[in-house]
């Protein structure tokens, strides 16, 4: 593949944190607006992205559960190619069966996957939604889909009872062994999002599961750099 020369790299780095730092300009503009979500909604943004050409040659998927599904991907990442294919309530075991569908059909240059906290809180092991999460990531690899895996998030409160926090640890060893195995990149949300407990910060939850907008813009911070170093690996100058 074609080396991108650092002059390319830095404008590609500048343009999309322009965008990123506009769109959450945007993001709190419209944050106390009844119709912010309307205006922001991910179905909406792709729309726009597909009409501006954004997805005629690369495509990043967002892959996972609602956590996936709940981040509004303008303003986090401005006018990257991201299609967003989160689906709520979803698990790994149910994933595997869409994952041809929303990820591999669209040949993409880039995946973030980010799936298994619906696995562990409906009573499946850890060893489980390893093996379901290595056959979605062994398909990629097949088609040559550079991959971020992301870990679980750390949850607080009434959802303690069925992810507790060291069935959640050891699942995301398992998530980092799996990134070691594909040679993927591996985005460490759990110790960024959680206290000293263990237990996800009050400020980064709506519920104690979901992140907060607050939580989503720690996520985002999180995992930029990871998606700007990659995204830079698939720009053709």
């Not at 495509?59 to 991201?82: H, R």
């Not at 619906?118 to 979605?136: C, F, P, Q, W």
């Not at 959802?159 to 195995?181: D, F, I, M, T, W």
Request: net charge neutral.
């Amino acid at each position: 593949m074609k080396k991108v020369r650092p002059v390319h790299f830095l404008i590609l780095t500048a343009f999309v944190l322009l965008s990123v730092g506009f769109s959450l300009t945007t993001w709190k503009m419209f944050e106390f607006r009844g119709r912010h979500h309307e205006i922001i909604s991910n179905a909406r943004h792709e729309q726009t992205l597909a009409g501006s050409g954004m997805y005629d040659e690369h495509v990043i998927v967002f892959f996972g559960d609602s956590q996936i599904d709940l981040w509004w991907m303008a303003p986090s990442f401005g006018a990257l190619p991201i299609v967003n294919r989160g689906v709520s309530g979803d698990w790994a075991g149910k994933a595997v069966h869409r994952f041809d569908r929303d990820v591999l059909s669209l040949k993409p240059k880039l995946l973030i996957m980010l799936i298994g906290t619906n696995d562990i809180g409906n009573g499946r092991t850890v060893e489980e939604v390893v093996a379901d999460i290595d056959d979605m990531l062994g398909r990629a690899a097949e088609q040559n889909i550079p991959i971020l895996l992301c870990s679980v998030l750390p949850v607080r409160g009434v959802y303690l009872e069925n992810h507790p926090v060291e069935v959640l640890l050891r699942l995301n060893n398992g998530l980092k062994a799996l990134s070691q195995k594909y040679n993927a990149g591996y985005v460490d949300f759990y110790s960024h999002l959680a206290g000293a407990d263990g237990l996800l910060k009050k400020e980064y939850t709506s519920d104690g599961l979901h992140p907060s907008r607050l939580g989503y813009m720690e996520m985002t911070r999180v995992l930029l750099p990871h998606l700007l170093r990659d995204a830079a690996l698939f720009y053709q100058p």
